[in-house]
Structure formats: structure tokens, C-alpha cells
């Protein structure tokens, strides 16, 4: 029995329902598939169809989470302001090889070690082995340069995120190797995803 959680964090909103539900939906489907976990699709849609009746009437962050077995845990909590925060490099690089970087799971270590190794910060920029900008350990990563809104392709070692997907389908941003060089040009950072959309970020002196 694996020994982790998939995980997915989803926003729901009075009136609106989930935020990108069918794209968490099918990022799980790929991660089940992926790593054998059973998984009831259909059951996990109708499970959260019953679970926002009971909700408050605020928007909510819903954070499901499927065990290898196919049990399925949901808990609601609130959720936190886009507000700008200053965040640090990471001290150590990621392994772009490493294929828990690109699924969204209960196993965290990498995250976990790079908030550790800079203490008090709210969240952390990665970067990996050949020195490319990833994602931070929270959400994905978008550069401004030069007027384009660039984010790292999957391939640099990042969980491909549903709203990322969601801006790359619409044109908002687009996929580009970013080494670290990138972050003395960048006009704006910016970090994503399907709870918070938008945060813009500054980034501390190392």
C-alpha cells in the first residue's frame, strides 16, 4: 500500500461552484493512473457535489485527498488573501527528475526542506540541478520579461498546475526555460494557482 495521499486543493465559491473542477478532476484521473491508486471518478464528483451543500456561504478552499485504496477524504478551509509576500531562493536545488514533483501528493519532503532551510518565510522559489527557475512550493511561477508573462515547462521539474493550464490555454502566459539569470530581468513575478489565482511576489536578497 502506497504510503502517500493524491491530493488536490480546490476553490469553491458561492454561487459558482468549484473553480476548474473538471481539470482537478482529470489531474487526478492521470496521477491514479500513474501511480495505481483506485480511483471512482464519477463517486469523487458526486462526493463533492454533496460536500458544498453543506458549506458557508464564503468562498472555501476544499482539499480532497485519495488513498491508494480509493478512500477519499474531504475538509474545507478558509481562504487566505492574494496579498504580495516576500519570498527567498531556495538554498538547494530540486531533481528534475524526480516524479513526485510533477503530482500533487501528500509526499512533501522537498517542499518541506526548502522551507526549512529558510526560516520565516511564507514560501520559497525552486530551482533545479541545471539551474532553472521552477515553481515555488506552493504554486507555479510566472516572469514578466519584457512585457511576456513566461512560466517553466513541466519538463524543468513542477507540478503542472490546473490554472497554469487554464492561463496556457487562454494565451495569458507561455511556457519558457527559465535559468535564474531571469529573475535580475523580471519586471514582475507573479505566483498561481486555482485557489488564490494571482499573487504577485518580490523576491528577498539571498
Not at 485519495?66 to 478551509?77: C, K, M, R, T, W
Request: include cysteine; glycine fraction near 6%; proline fraction near 6%.
Amino acid at each position: 500500500m502506497a504510503e502517500f495521499q493524491l491530493c488536490e486543493a480546490l476553490l469553491w465559491e458561492p454561487g459558482q461552484g468549484y473553480f476548474l473542477l473538471e481539470r482537478h478532476l482529470r489531474r487526478l484521473a492521470a496521477s491514479a493512473a500513474h501511480f495505481g491508486f483506485a480511483l471512482d471518478l464519477e463517486g469523487a464528483r458526486q462526493r463533492l457535489t454533496a460536500f458544498a451543500i453543506e458549506l458557508p456561504k464564503t468562498p472555501r478552499k476544499v482539499r480532497l485527498e485519495l488513498s491508494a485504496n480509493g478512500d477519499l477524504f474531504l475538509e474545507q478551509v478558509d481562504v487566505k488573501p492574494s496579498t504580495p509576500v516576500s519570498v527567498p531562493l531556495a538554498r538547494d536545488p530540486v531533481d528534475s527528475r524526480d516524479e513526485f514533483l510533477r503530482h500533487k501528493t501528500s509526499r512533501r519532503g522537498v517542499y518541506d526542506a526548502a522551507l526549512r532551510a529558510r526560516p520565516g518565510a511564507q514560501d520559497v522559489l525552486l530551482w533545479n540541478e541545471r539551474g532553472e527557475l521552477t515553481e515555488s512550493c506552493a504554486a507555479n511561477l510566472v516572469v514578466e520579461l519584457d512585457g511576456q508573462r513566461l512560466t517553466p515547462p513541466v519538463g524543468s521539474g513542477l507540478l503542472p498546475g490546473t490554472f497554469r493550464a487554464e492561463l496556457l490555454e487562454q494565451g495569458a502566459i507561455r511556457e519558457e526555460v527559465l535559468p535564474l539569470k531571469a529573475l535580475e530581468r523580471a519586471s514582475r513575478l507573479f505566483i498561481v494557482n486555482s485557489v488564490r489565482r494571482w499573487c504577485e511576489i518580490e523576491l528577498q536578497a539571498r
